[in-house]
Nanobody
């Protein structure tokens, strides 16, 4: 059974940092495109950052460029999202996703088959 489990969410003050982790079980991540998405109340799920399976290329939404960093550790079957300089508008449920064929539509949630359950990130003073 293929599973993704996120962790690391929580409450943080503006300007603070969090690191999200997403651990895979039942499969290895070597050949999967990995993405982090978020969904705020009343809004559609949006792509935050993705990392390719082939050469490790990384992609970021304009809203998080320079603040967030995605990385993957295939040996640990884990993908990370380091979030710095957090803003209140970053508040959302964050999801990790994986799919071997997502590359052409890397920020399209419909391109991903496997999803974690989500972890809440709240940025507030």
């Amino acid at each position: 059974q293929l599973q993704l489990v996120e962790s690391g969410g929580g409450l943080v003050q503006p300007g603070g940092s969090l690191r999200l982790s997403c651990a895979a079980s039942g499969f290895t991540l070597d050949y999967y495109v990995l993405g982090w998405f978020r969904q705020a109340p009343g809004k559609e799920r949006e792509g935050v950052s993705c990392i390719s399976s082939s050469d490790g290329s990384t992609y970021y939404a304009d809203s998080v460029k320079g603040r967030f960093t995605i990385s993957r550790d295939n040996a640990k079957s884990t993908v990370y999202l380091q979030m710095n300089s957090l803003k209140p508008e970053d508040t959302a449920v964050y999801y990790c996703a994986a799919d071997p064929w997502a590359a052409p539509k890397i920020f399209d949630p419909n391109a991903y088959e496997y999803w974690g359950q989500g972890t809440q990130v709240t940025v507030s003073s």
